[in-house]
């Protein structure tokens, strides 16, 4: 029987270096970190935070054996998968199994943002599901996302993939995550609704989550560890005062226009936190003065940085 994969997982970035080839050593660094932190259940590796529909299959793999070599016995990985191909994908995930991952998640890819059927989505998840043996995760994106959001129809079809262990339920409302979440328990009640919409982990957390894979933890995971911590003995007054600073941070990542540049974002307030050695991307996506002044002010705000 599959085991639950609950609790708090670290969507992490990829370093570079100026030839967007892969930092390794900042790499190394950074995954050894942050999957130390006490209270982080594992990392989500080759996430959106980790730039995977701009890496190659072998880098992907490359990122699971470092990420495999801190692992402790109690720590999970949960790697991305996010591919157009799902025979393409079924190869590369049962690479990923192979290569430590404890547990896949699978993406939609961006081209089902303009139209896509149901069938459609059911067939490339059961291609790759039935290739692997590892837990298998969902994506919910955003109820802004078109197509990528799924509708009821068609998680109903997912949840019937025998390996479907959970979902990164990333709605990114509220109200759309708890009627989501009522959804998935009544259908499948040992399922692991993991929150993972970084301005909304209180309220979520609050009404009800099996743990969260996200990113702003890469930033501040003991902070996004203490928030969960408080909401679970029921201490909200402190909880809330631990929300309001994450949600600030949150804010200036996540709820500023353009919303794709918030991998761009993390990665710099990561360099200004001297936790990797520069912001570069692998896409084309970099941050003007004007970005990079206010995310500087940001962490001064939140005195990460004097």
Same mark, same amino acid.
């Given at each position: 029987m599959m085991k639950k994969l609950d609790g708090i997982y670290v969507a992490t970035v990829v370093p570079l270096n100026k030839n967007k080839s892969i930092d390794k050593k900042s790499l190394n660094i950074h995954i050894k970190n942050i999957i130390n932190t006490e209270g982080i259940k594992g990392l989500l590796l080759n996430g959106h935070a980790g730039e995977n529909f701009t890496l190659t299959s072998n880098e992907q793999i490359t990122i699971i054996k470092v990420a495999k070599k801190y692992k402790k016995n109690n720590k999970k990985i949960i790697s991305g998968l996010n591919f157009e191909d799902p025979i393409f994908a079924s190869k590369v995930a049962k690479n990923m199994e192979k290569a430590g991952a404890d547990a896949i998640l699978i993406f939609p890819p961006f081209s089902w943002m303009q139209g896509i059927t149901s069938d459609m989505i059911y067939n490339h998840h059961e291609t790759i599901c039935n290739q692997i043996k590892k837990p298998v995760f969902l994506y919910q994106s955003s109820?802004?996302? @078109?197509?990528?959001?799924?509708?009821?129809?068609? *998680?109903?079809?997912?949840?019937?993939? $025998? !390996?479907? *262990? @959970?979902? &990164?339920? @990333? $709605?990114? !409302?509220y109200k759309s995550y708890v009627n989501n979440y009522k959804f998935f328990k009544r259908y499948k009640k040992n399922f692991s609704v993991m929150a993972s919409g970084d301005e909304h982990l209180y309220p979520c957390f609050k009404y009800g989550s099996d743990g969260s894979q996200v990113s702003i933890a890469a930033i501040v995971?003991?902070?996004?560890?203490? *928030?969960?911590?408080?909401?679970?003995?029921?201490?909200?007054?402190? =909880?809330?005062?631990?929300? &309001?600073? *994450?949600?600030?941070? =949150?804010?200036?990542?996540? @709820?500023?226009?353009?919303?794709?540049f918030a991998t761009a974002r993390i990665k710099y307030c990561l360099k200004i936190l001297k936790k990797i050695p520069n912001e570069v991307m692998r896409s084309s996506i970099t941050l003007d003065k004007i970005e990079k002044s206010r995310?500087?002010?940001?962490?001064k705000f939140l005195k990460l940085i004097s």
């Open positions: 109820i802004y996302s @078109g197509h990528l959001s799924y509708k009821k129809e068609t *998680l109903k079809k997912l949840l019937k993939i $025998s !390996n479907v *262990l @959970g979902v &990164k339920e @990333g $709605s990114w !409302n995971p003991e902070k996004v560890v203490e *928030l969960i911590e408080k909401i679970k003995n029921k201490k909200y007054k402190e =909880a809330r005062i631990i929300d &309001k600073y *994450l949600l600030f941070l =949150a804010k200036n990542i996540y @709820g500023k226009y353009p919303s794709n995310l500087k002010k940001t962490l």
